[in-house]
Nanobody
Framework: QVQLVESGGGLVQSGGSLRLSCAAS????????MSWYRQAPGKQRELVAR???????NYADSVKGRFTISRDNAKNTVYLQMNSLKPEDTAVYYC?????????WGQGTQVTVSS
């Protein structure tokens, strides 16, 4: 059974930092590309960052320079380090693992940034 479990969300003041984790099980983690998405109330889910199985990364323009995605294949975990958080970063954050013809989603973790 495939599971992606996010953790690390919470309430933080503007300018603060959080690190999200997504632990995967039931997949060969090292061959999967991993990504973080977020969905704010009333808005569509959007891609925040992704990291390939080779370690290449991409970021949404809105988070470049503030967020860093990384992965630890030995721990089957992908991380999202979020610095200089803004109220507009408030959303439910989801991780996604994807490979050829398959994709798996976690249940999400809430991040709330107060002004």
């Amino acid at each position: 059974q495939v599971q992606l479990v996010e953790s690390g969300g919470g309430l933080v003041q503007s300018g603060g930092s959080l690190r999200l984790s997504c632990a995967a099980s039931g997949i060969i983690f090292s061959i999967f590309h991993m990504s973080w998405y977020r969905q704010a109330p009333g808005k569509q889910r959007e891609l925040v960052a992704r990291i390939t199985n080779g370690g290449s990364t991409n970021y949404a323009d809105s988070v470049k320079g503030r967020f860093t995605i990384s992965r630890d294949n030995a721990k089957n975990t992908v991380y999202l380090q979020m610095n200089s958080l803004k109220p507009e970063d408030t959303a439910v954050y989801y991780c996604k693992g994807y490979g050829p013809a398959v994709e798996y989603w976690g249940q999400g973790t809430q991040v709330t940034v107060s002004s």
